[in-house]
């Protein structure tokens, strides 16, 4: 049984079918996607999670139409990947924060690594980064440094009695 890592880093082929990093084997055309559903199997450890704006204005603003997936092959380069300090980019709709252009929200593991200064923070304007700001972000995150200290502007969450 001859085993080989695919091009796609968190597949791995056996006996020419495809199986994703949690052992389950993925649907034709997709690297993780799993066949069968396995309810017992747990999600796969990140310790940070950034959910991107990918809606019709956030994603208009985008210098690159696979911005996602160019940040994931960034990850995959700075080897956080996967591992300990995984940082994982998700793609959503709509916030509903139009006005701050191309934003992203921060999620912090903070039951397992995560660093709680960094969690549930917003950014704007994220189209406007360039490879090293992105590299310096994602090095922040998994070292555990505050990015309040850092040049990434912040949307500020109002009081909720501001709204009763």
């Not at 850092?150 to 009763?164: D, G, V, W």
Request: overall charge positive; some cysteine.
């Amino acid at each position: 049984m001859m085993e080989k890592k695919s091009t796609m880093e968190n597949s791995v082929k056996k006996d020419e079918k495809l199986y994703n990093i949690m052992g389950s084997e993925v649907v034709d055309g997709f690297t993780c996607k799993p066949k069968k559903l396995d309810p017992e199997k747990p999600i796969m450890h990140f310790k940070t999670q950034i959910f991107m704006c990918h809606d019709e204005r956030c994603g208009a603003a985008h210098k690159s139409e696979n911005l996602a997936a160019d940040l994931r092959e960034l990850l995959k380069d700075m080897g956080l990947a996967k591992g300990e300090n995984r940082i994982k980019i998700s793609r959503t709709g709509c916030f509903g924060a139009c006005r701050f252009r191309s934003v992203a929200n921060i999620y912090e593991n903070t039951r397992i690594n995560g660093h709680e200064n960094n969690n549930n923070l917003w950014i704007r304007n994220v189209h406007k980064y360039d490879e090293s700001q992105w590299r310096a972000l994602f090095t922040a995150l998994a070292s555990n440094k505050d990015i309040d200290d850092l040049a990434f502007e912040q949307i500020p969450m109002s009081e909720p009695k501001r709204y009763n």
